[in-house]
């Protein structure tokens, strides 16, 4: 019923940029919140971002605060995530994910996730 679609994801050199997309279709709903996890070979899923259902309320991992940033479209279908001052240790496989919870920090918050974009950042 719901579908998620990351986009935006490749290979930068550390310090540079990457903007990453996601786009829910099919059934949405209104209160949703959309957040973004990452994952590396052999590690375990981590909280890097979430947005609230209407946008104005924002929450960052330690690791990622103060370079990136999370935003929802104006149709709050869509979310982004603006990477900056890239580092080697962001690479990973970042996932999009949509749920009501009322905590946000964990996968089992989230309802639905989208397949993953890869993001390799070189030293």
């Known amino acids: 019923q719901v579908q998620l679609v990351e986009s935006g994801g490749g290979l930068q050199q550390a310090g540079g940029s990457l903007r990453l997309s996601c786009v829910v279709s099919?059934?949405?709903?209104?209160?949703?919140?959309m957040g973004w996890f990452r994952q590396a070979p052999g590690k375990e899923r981590e909280f890097v971002a979430v947005v609230g259902w209407s946008g104005t309320t924002t929450s960052y991992a330690d690791s990622v605060k103060g370079r990136f940033t999370i935003s929802r479209g104006g149709a709050k279908n869509t979310a982004y995530l603006q990477m900056n001052s890239l580092k080697p240790e962001d690479t990973a496989t970042y996932y999009c994910a949509y749920g009501d919870s009322a905590s946000n920090y964990r996968s089992q918050d989230y309802d639905y996730w989208g397949q993953g974009t890869q993001v390799t950042v070189s030293s």
């Open positions: 099919g059934r949405t709903y209104a209160t949703y919140n």
